[in-house]
């Protein structure tokens, strides 16, 4: 028989606090948790995987939403996974663009930075380049 626990170790055992636990059971990303004659939570394994897997899933950056949906395919195992994997591709696609606006804003970072001469602020060229949107490589 599995053995049911409280939300703190709940909380414990999944590397997160008490207060997430909550609120994704407010936003129905966890099931409820039933009560005890006293009207404390009690989880079980179950439910330890899920928060697991929706922990993970966050680390991961997926949305509350996307993470909703990917819950709802799993608890349908029979069904295909395609529409697993066009969750996971459209996360994927979101990513690599993010990761694309990251290298142009650091090559102009690196750009300003380089173009500064070490001399006063009135001459600096990094001011000069936030001062002008302009001037910035990467809007050009």
């Known amino acids: 028989m599995a053995r049911d626990f409280m939300i703190g170790e709940l909380a414990k055992r999944a590397d997160t606090k008490v207060q997430t636990i ?3 059971e407010d936003i ?5 948790a039933t009560r005890a004659a006293n009207n404390r939570r009690l989880y079980d394994e179950t439910h330890l995987e899920r928060l697991t897997f929706v922990r993970h899933s966050r680390e991961l950056g997926f949305s509350l939403d996307d993470i909703r949906n990917l ?3 799993s608890d349908q195992p029979d069904r295909p996974c395609e529409e697993v994997n066009a969750i996971a591709r459209a996360h994927l696609d979101s990513v690599e663009s993010k990761i694309a606006s990251l290298q142009v804003l650091q090559d102009e970072l690196r750009r300003m930075i380089n173009h500064c001469s070490g001399g006063d602020v009135s001459d600096c060229r990094i001011i000069e380049v936030l001062a002008n949107h302009n001037l910035c490589q990467s809007h050009k």
């Open 22 to 24: 909550r609120y994704y």
């Open 28 to 32: 129905g990303v966890m099931p409820k």
């Open 71 to 73: 819950l709802e395919l």
